[in-house]
T-cell receptor, first 115, second 109 residues
Framework: GAVVSQHPSWVICKSGTSVKIECRSL??????MFWYRQFPKQSLMLMAT?????????EQGVEKDKFLINHASLTLSTLTVTSAHPEDSSFYIC???????????FGPGTRLTVT | AQRVTQPEKLLSVFKGAPVELKCNYS??????LFWYVQYSRQRLQLLLR??SRESIKGFTADLNKGETSFHLKKPFAQEEDSAMYYC???????????FGAGTRLAVHP
């Protein structure tokens, strides 16, 4: 089956620094990837849709200058949290779209802790 | 407005009991609905989709357009079914999944 990986699985950074999270589709090409944020014991909140070769589409209320998304190839999308603050601490999950218009496969998530 | 509602945060049952996780949706077009499951410390994975009308791990879900519901059912719960279950609606116009808040299913021995 389709596999999506994320790296790192866990990162701790200091307030004010930037952190990059990678999302890779390992055995398929994904023209579209999605970035979600999940707070403890809560549902997934879509942050942005990442399309290969074009600018990401951000959901309302998500700061595009703070959460930079780059989808440089059909197998890789990156999310960079710039000037991180403690309130950015969360679980970030990506998914990649395969085949049909709604088939999404999810990565294992990245836990970000900002101190 | 496009919305998915899962009214129960927690559903607690004993092993062997029937299970029904509720999901209601609001969508103007023809809905594409899914159930995703997240076991402890594992990634979110697709459980089933309404269009395929399949049964996975004993779970079934029927789309009821009249009641705008897509409830997930299993006749006899197992302890390994304990997990978070998310109902999701695909919004074709925006090419994105809209998730419900999720229901935690706890199956006790």
């Amino acid at each position: 089956g389709a596999v999506v990986s994320q790296h790192p699985s866990w990162v701790i950074c200091k307030s004010g620094t930037s952190v990059k999270i990678e999302c890779r589709s390992l055995d398929f090409q994904a023209t579209t990837m999605f970035w979600y944020r999940q707070f403890p014991k809560q549902s997934l909140m879509l942050m942005a849709t990442s399309n290969e070769g074009s600018k990401a589409t951000y959901e309302q209320g998500v700061e595009k200058d703070k959460f930079l998304i780059n989808h440089a190839s059909l197998t890789l999308s990156t999310l960079t949290v710039t000037s991180a603050h403690p309130e950015d601490s969360s679980f970030y999950i990506c998914s990649a779209q395969d085949r049909g218009p709604y088939e999404q496969y999810f990565g294992p998530g990245t836990r970000l802790t900002v101190t | 407005a496009q919305r998915v509602t899962q009214p129960e945060k927690l559903l607690s049952v004993f092993k062997g009991a029937p299970v029904e996780l509720k999901c209601n949706y609001s969508y103007s077009g023809s809905p594409e609905l899914f159930w995703y499951v997240q076991y402890s410390r594992q990634r979110l994975q697709l459980l089933l989709r309404h269009i395929s009308r399949e049964s996975i791990k004993g779970f079934t879900a029927d789309l009821n357009k009249g009641e705008t519901s897509f409830h997930l059912k299993k006749p006899f719960a197992q302890e390994e079914d304990s997990a978070m279950y998310y109902c999701a609606l695909f919004s074709g116009g925006y090419n994105k999944l809209i998730f419900g808040a999720g229901t935690r299913l706890a199956v006790h021995p």
